[in-house]
């Protein structure tokens, strides 16, 4: 394997020179560059990037850690959308990209700062994690830069991209209220996600900027769970068989409303109207196609990833990110008659 050494002999400079030219310094005149180059193409040269990291201390690597990632997680795809954003950034870079998912048995075993060392990462984004993780305050605390993904904390290490949930909830519930429902419940996720508490508090200023009371009973809690939506709704609907639409936090528990509302024999939409969050590859495929709200996971990722390119270049720029959602409207809503 050539080395800078056999570059410097045929190119007829120092091995500094080599090194630096090689490197992108701007100190080296622009011919001897290009001379470097070709040499080194000539030579097949491939630098050794773990050697090239200790010298400059860095790697140029930076890392995408998500929890919770399982079987489930195949349902929804947004991990994977996310991921295919943050690749196409890193891919037009010149940042590698490494995954590492973490759980309860690993964080026993090691630290954050721990884990990021051993995957030689100079940043990291970070998705999935719950609030009530304790990895998150290991990342709060910790000093190695770093993007989360719907957490909204802001420091000179860390930044953040989310969407606008608080306006993406009232569109949702503002369309449902538009197509004449007013007694409408709400499937919320779990309360350790920042996401649950900005989705509900847009249903609840929608309510209550259209005049219609916010009923407590009639907010369920689905755990961003297909089949824990299901058993909500179903109980939801017995006790409260006057409702006529739902907004549900997520598209997964849309599914899981939608299956109880078939084994209750309530036609959707004409008996039951329904909004989900989200647009996940299902939404447009289950029958009826559901009505959500589309939030772009694919820019998440890549602007996630440029944030924190940006970020670790020493960039001037904000730490956050706030992208807009969209209502799609399919099949699950009605106008009331």
Same mark, same amino acid.
């Given at each position: $394997?050539?080395?800078?050494?056999?570059?410097?002999?045929?190119?007829?400079?120092?091995?500094?020179?080599?090194?630096?030219?090689? +490197?992108?310094?701007?100190?080296?005149?622009?011919?001897?560059?290009?001379? =470097?180059?070709? @040499?080194?193409?000539?030579?097949?040269? !491939?630098?050794?990037?773990?050697?090239?990291?200790? @010298? $400059?201390?860095?790697?140029?690597?930076?890392?995408?850690?998500?929890?919770?990632?399982?079987?489930?997680?195949?349902?929804?795809?947004?991990?994977?959308?996310?991921?295919?954003? =943050?690749?196409?950034?890193?891919?037009?870079?010149?940042?590698?990209?490494?995954?590492?998912?973490?759980?309860?048995?690993?964080?026993?075993?090691?630290?954050?700062? /721990?884990?990021?060392?051993?995957? #030689?990462?100079?940043?990291?984004?970070?998705?999935?994690?719950?609030?009530?993780?304790?990895?998150?305050?290991?990342?709060?605390?910790?000093? =190695?830069?770093?993007?989360?993904?719907?957490?909204?904390?802001? !420091?000179?290490? =860390?930044?953040?991209?989310?969407?606008?949930?608080?306006?993406?909830?009232?569109?949702?519930? +503002?369309?449902?209220?538009?197509?004449?429902?007013?007694?409408?419940? #709400?499937?919320?996720?779990?309360?350790?996600?920042?996401? !649950? /508490?900005?989705?509900?508090?847009?249903?609840?200023?929608?309510?209550?900027?259209?005049?219609?009371?916010?009923?407590? &009973?009639?907010?369920?809690?689905?755990?961003?769970? &297909?089949?824990?939506? &299901?058993? /909500?709704?179903?109980?939801?609907?017995?006790?409260?068989?006057?409702?006529?639409?739902?907004?549900?936090? !997520?598209?997964?528990?849309?599914?899981?409303?939608?299956?109880?509302?078939?084994?209750?024999?309530?036609?959707?939409?004409?008996?039951?109207?329904?909004?989900?969050?989200?647009?996940? #590859?299902?939404?447009?495929?289950?029958?009826?196609?559901?009505?959500?709200?589309?939030?772009?996971?694919?820019?998440?990722?890549?602007?996630?990833?440029?944030?924190?390119?940006? $970020?670790?270049?020493?960039?001037?720029?904000?730490?956050?990110? +706030?992208?807009?959602?969209?209502?799609?409207?399919?099949?699950?809503?009605?106008?009331?008659?």
């Amino acid at each position: $394997m050539s080395t800078i050494k056999d570059i410097a002999k045929v190119a007829g400079v120092s091995v500094t020179t080599v090194s630096r030219a090689l +490197n992108g310094y701007s100190d080296v005149n622009e011919k001897t560059r290009q001379k =470097i180059v070709r @040499v080194a193409k000539e030579l097949n040269y !491939s630098p050794n990037t773990i050697a090239r990291s200790l @010298v $400059m201390n860095k790697s140029k690597t930076i890392g995408l850690l998500v929890s919770g990632l399982n079987k489930a997680s195949v349902k929804d795809n947004i991990t994977f959308e996310v991921l295919s954003g =943050i690749n196409v950034f890193t891919g037009g870079s010149d940042y590698d990209l490494v995954l590492f998912s973490t759980t309860s048995t690993k964080q026993r075993e090691k630290t954050y700062s /721990q884990l990021c060392k051993d995957r #030689m990462v100079d940043g990291v984004i970070v998705q999935g994690i719950r609030t009530d993780d304790p990895y998150l305050k290991e990342v709060i605390e910790s000093n =190695i830069p770093c993007v989360l993904i719907d957490i909204p904390f802001e !420091s000179d290490m =860390i930044g953040y991209v989310t969407t606008d949930n608080l306006l993406g909830a009232k569109k949702a519930v +503002n369309h449902l209220i538009d197509l004449g429902h007013t007694k409408i419940a #709400m499937m919320n996720g779990h309360e350790y996600a920042f996401v !649950s /508490q900005r989705r509900l508090e847009g249903y609840r200023q929608a309510l209550k900027e259209n005049g219609i009371d916010v009923k407590s &009973e009639w907010i369920a809690n689905g755990e961003f769970s &297909e089949e824990i939506a &299901e058993t /909500q709704a179903e109980e939801l609907f017995r006790t409260h068989p006057e409702i006529s639409a739902i907004f549900c936090a !997520s598209d997964l528990m849309a599914l899981g409303v939608m299956n109880a509302a078939k084994k209750l024999g309530l036609n959707i939409p004409d008996q039951l109207s329904i909004v989900g969050y989200d647009d996940i #590859m299902l939404a447009s495929y289950v029958s009826p196609k559901l009505t959500t709200i589309a939030q772009n996971k694919f820019e998440m990722g890549y602007q996630a990833a440029k944030l924190l390119v940006n $970020m670790l270049e020493g960039k001037e720029e904000g730490h956050l990110v +706030n992208l807009d959602t969209e209502l799609k409207v399919r099949e699950t809503t009605k106008l009331l008659k």
